[in-house]
Structures are given as structure tokens and as C-alpha cells.
């Protein structure tokens, strides 16, 4: 069993509360999925004061289903599951991109199941283009275009509205299943009143933690401001050491090596980051280098000491909650919106239908301050509805104008 900490390479993670089943199953008395979360919950939850009101539910349900009542599995689970009242908190299938993502985070805890699951090797993939999605009222969006993959490279965009799929209705796992090297056409709509235009894309394997790698890795760039060099990278995800390395490399002697500011997204998929990860910005560590018999110079701790500027947005979840918190203690200015108030430790579980339970199992207090429920405030609040914004990016505009401002001051020696 695998119980995330917060020691280094130790995410902590955020499960968001919304979800949605692809068919629906009527709740029978004496269900067995039902009956393991319940065991489950019962067994390892943090909070024993959320218990009673979880149990109420649960007999409220199961009083229901042997009356005879119409009641779908997939949301009497979620329903009992939210009267627990914590993030971290929430049951997922296979019809769902977020079930492969964090499968393969919580690979250690699958270490049972994981080869029959994903056989014959055991390696967590799925067939997909690169993007995560939500429905917003009556449509579907593209919430995020994964730097460098499928969908980002034929021009897809956050913020596109989903009509369908080679002619069909759009869902994030059958669309591409069985598709994999082949070229898929997205009918989308960029603007709300726009006609639909289609996108052409090439389905490819993915597996989910070297496709965030890839990812953060391909969203390093320079932006050229005022004759200063600004350094822009997203931190998709922190749930693996390896995101510290491509730091460290790029930092000490990569393409972030002589910017002159560096603007960090912390705008993630699923949060994670150690608790020590802001120490590159803001800790008073050397740099270290270690150099092989080869002569090759690998970055093992990078101290950078030039302003930074966060961007930060209901998707900074948990670690990265924690990442922006130690950043606004040390006066790094954030910019976007409240973080989303999920501070505690997760873990999973397989269920007997093999969708997956990631259950809160430990309470989290930062600075003696509790974060669930609470959040980090931006020093900069900038709003951003996602829905057809058409390659906008408002949030990281503004951390840019503000790198500008901070660089301007630096510049003529105002503290």
C-alpha cells in the first residue's frame, strides 16, 4: 500500500470532485462495488467526524436500491463519497482519460493488478491525442492541450468546444480506442457563434507519465520583453523526482540558464510536488554539479535567483498548492485565481469492478495552517473562462506584464 508523504518524491494530490459515468448501472442491493468503497472508507478515511453523515448516506442508498428505487451506481458512489466533504475523495472508470493518469501515479499501489490491467508488461497507456476535457453546461471543452503532443501539434486548443468525432459524439476514451497511428477528425467550434471547423490529429499510445514529462519539457520557451529574456515553463505535474531533474538540467545549464526572469505555471493536471520543491527559488542551497567519468555534467540542485513570477488557478492542486504557498511567503507575486483548496494526502485502491477509489488518508497542515478548504490567493487576480478562448491566455499575459514590472524595477534599483 502506498500512502504519499510530504518527503521529497512524495506527491500529495488533488482528485477533483467531478466526474461523469459513460452508461448507466441501477444499484442492486448488496453491491459489491459499493460494499468494498464503503469497507474502504471505513477502514482508512482521515476524518472519523465525516463518518456519520457518510454512513447516513450510504443506508439511505441501500434502503433506496431494496425498494426498488431507479438509482445509477456510477452516482450514488460519487454522492456518498462527496458526504464526506474532502478532495482526494473519488471513484473512476475506464472511460475516463483522468483513470489512466492516475493509475499510473499510483502504479505502486496498483503493483498487484497493474500487469493484468494493462497487460503484458504492465505498463500504464491509452489511446489518445494529448488533451484533458470537461463539460461546461450543455458542451464539451478542451480544458488542456498537453506542449508538444498529438493534439497540440495539429493546432487543437484549449478552450475548443468538442462536437464530435470521424462523425460521432465525442468521449475521451471510446473516440480513440483501437485507433492508435491512425489521423482522427475533431469537428470543433473555436468561438461561440463561429461555424465548425475540423481538426485532423493522429491518435497515439500515450502513457501518462512520460507524456507530462515530454510535455513540461516541451512548454520551455523564451519570450523576448523589453529587451530582457523571459523564461516560461508549465509544470503540468510533480508526481514523479523527475520533474525536479528537467528543472535542475534546464535551470543550470539548459535553454533557462541566462533568462533573465522565469515566469512558472502552476496551473497542473494533478498537483503533486515535494515539499521542499519551491527551495530552487526561494532556499539558500548551493548549486551542485557532478560530473561523470565521461565528462558529463549533470545538474543535481540549481539555485535560481532571478525574479520569478507564478501563475496559479483552480488546477494548482495540493502539492502545488503547497509549491504556491512557500513561493508567496518569499515574495514571488502570483497571478490567476485561488488555488483549489485541496491539501490533503491520497492514496488508491482497486475496486472489484477495477475502477479505481482514491480515498483522503491523511490530514496535511502547512506553516500550522490548514489548506483544505482554504486555498493560496493570487497577489494578481485575473479571471480565465476557458470556454472558446481561442488561444487566449489572460493569466499568463498578466504574469508576463507583471515579469515586465518586476524586471522595470530591478532594473532601476527599486526594491
Given amino acids: ?78 454522492g456518498a463519497l ?32 497493474v500487469r493484468r490491467l494493462f497487460p ?26 498537453y506542449d508538444g503532443g498529438p493534439a497540440s501539434q495539429a493546432g487543437l486548443m484549449a478552450g475548443d468546444e468538442i462536437l464530435a468525432v470521424d462523425g460521432v459524439p465525442f468521449h475521451e476514451i471510446e473516440s480513440f480506442t483501437g485507433k492508435a497511428g491512425e489521423i482522427v477528425q475533431l469537428q470543433v467550434r473555436r468561438t461561440a457563434d463561429a461555424a465548425p471547423i475540423v481538426v485532423s490529429v493522429k491518435v497515439e499510445r500515450l502513457q ?3 507524456a507530462y514529462l515530454e510535455a513540461i519539457s516541451d512548454s520551455i520557451r523564451i519570450v523576448e520583453q523589453d529587451g530582457r529574456r523571459v523564461g516560461v515553463v508549465h509544470l503540468w505535474m510533480y508526481t514523479t523526482e523527475e520533474v525536479t531533474q528537467i528543472l535542475n538540467s534546464e535551470l543550470g545549464g539548459g535553454r ?31 548549486d551542485m554539479t557532478v560530473t561523470g567519468r565521461d565528462g558529463a555534467v549533470r545538474y543535481v540542485n540549481t539555485r535560481f535567483d532571478k ?12 502539492g502545488m498548492e503547497i509549491y504556491a504557498h512557500a513561493l508567496k511567503k518569499n515574495g514571488v507575486p502570483l497571478v490567476g485565481v485561488t488555488t483549489a483548496k485541496a491539501v490533503v494526502a491520497g492514496t488508491a485502491y482497486l475496486l472489484p469492478d477495477d475502477s479505481l477509489l482514491i480515498l483522503a488518508v491523511t490530514d496535511v497542515h502547512v506553516d500550522g495552517e490548514r489548506l483544505e478548504g482554504r486555498g493560496v490567493d493570487p497577489d494578481i487576480v485575473v479571471p480565465f473562462d476557458i470556454r472558446y478562448a481561442a488561444g487566449a491566455d489572460p493569466q499568463m499575459d498578466a504574469a508576463m506584464a507583471e515579469m ?12
Avoid at 475523495?89 to 501515479?105: G, N, P
Avoid at 533573465?260 to 532556499?283: C, I, K, Q, T
Avoid at 515586465?404 to 526594491?415: F, K, Q, Y
Fill in 1 to 78: 500500500m502506498h500512502f504519499p508523504t510530504l518527503a521529497r518524491a512524495a506527491p500529495i494530490l488533488l482528485i477533483p470532485l467531478w466526474l461523469s459515468s459513460a452508461a448507466a448501472e441501477p444499484l442492486q442491493p448488496g453491491d459489491r462495488v459499493l460494499d468494498r468503497t464503503v469497507s474502504l472508507v471505513e477502514q482508512h478515511f482521515f476524518d472519523t467526524d465525516a463518518l456519520p453523515a457518510f454512513r447516513a448516506t450510504v443506508a439511505d442508498l441501500k434502503a433506496a436500491a431494496a425498494g426498488g428505487a431507479a438509482i445509477d451506481r456510477d452516482e450514488a458512489i460519487a
Fill in 82 to 113: 462527496l458526504s464526506l466533504g474532502a478532495s482526494h475523495t473519488a471513484r473512476y472508470t475506464q472511460d475516463r482519460v483522468d483513470y489512466y493518469e492516475l493509475a499510473d501515479v499510483f502504479r505502486g499501489a496498483l503493483r498487484r493488478d
Fill in 120 to 145: 503484458p508488461e504492465g505498463n500504464v497507456t491509452y489511446e489518445g491525442i494529448g488533451i484533458a476535457s470537461r463539460a461546461l453546461g450543455d458542451a464539451v471543452f478542451v480544458t488542456d492541450v
Fill in 208 to 210: 501518462p507519465r512520460e
Fill in 256 to 286: 533557462l540558464k541566462d533568462v533573465d526572469g522565469l515566469v512558472l505555471d502552476l496551473r497542473s493536471r494533478w498537483g503533486g510536488a515535494p515539499a521542499d520543491s519551491a527551495e530552487l527559488f526561494v532556499g539558500g542551497t548551493g
Fill in 307 to 318: 525574479p520569478v513570477v507564478a501563475v496559479i488557478d483552480e488546477g494548482s492542486r495540493s
Fill in 404 to 415: 515586465g514590472r518586476v524586471l522595470a524595477d530591478e532594473g532601476a534599483g527599486v526594491n
